[in-house]
């Protein structure tokens, strides 16, 4: 059974950080690209990176400078690092795994962004 498991989600001040992670299980993680995805209440749910299996890596504009997506391929993990959060990142946040034409997706976690 796959498993997509995101976690630290939270609420931030504007120019706060947080560190999501994406824990996946029930399959050949080394394999699969991962990214990230999110979606704000009345909008579609839209890519902000992805790392491919040989780790090079693609980013929204919109994000570009101030988030940074990792893997760790040893603990079937992908990380997204954003820094200089603005409202405009609140959103729940997905991870997605793709090989080929299979697609896991996570449950998301939710990321708030507020004074």
């Known amino acids: 059974q796959v498993q997509l498991v995101e976690s630290g989600g939270g609420s931030v001040q504007p120019g706060g950080s947080l560190i999501l992670s994406c824990a996946a299980s029930?399959?050949?993680?080394?394999?699969?690209?991962m990214a990230w995805y999110r979606q704000a209440p009345g909008k579609q749910r839209e890519i902000v990176a992805s790392?491919?299996?040989?780790?090079?890596?693609n980013y929204a504009d919109s994000v570009k400078g101030r988030f940074t997506i990792s893997r760790d391929n040893a603990k079937n993990t992908v990380y997204l690092q954003m820094n200089s959060l603005k409202p405009d990142d609140a959103a729940v946040y997905y991870c997605?795994?793709?090989?080929?034409?299979?697609?896991?997706w996570g449950q998301g976690t939710s990321v708030t962004v507020s004074s």
């Open positions: 790392i491919t299996t040989g780790g090079s890596t």
């Open positions: 029930g399959i050949i993680f080394s394999r699969y690209t």
């Open positions: 997605r795994a793709r090989f080929n034409n299979e697609y896991y």
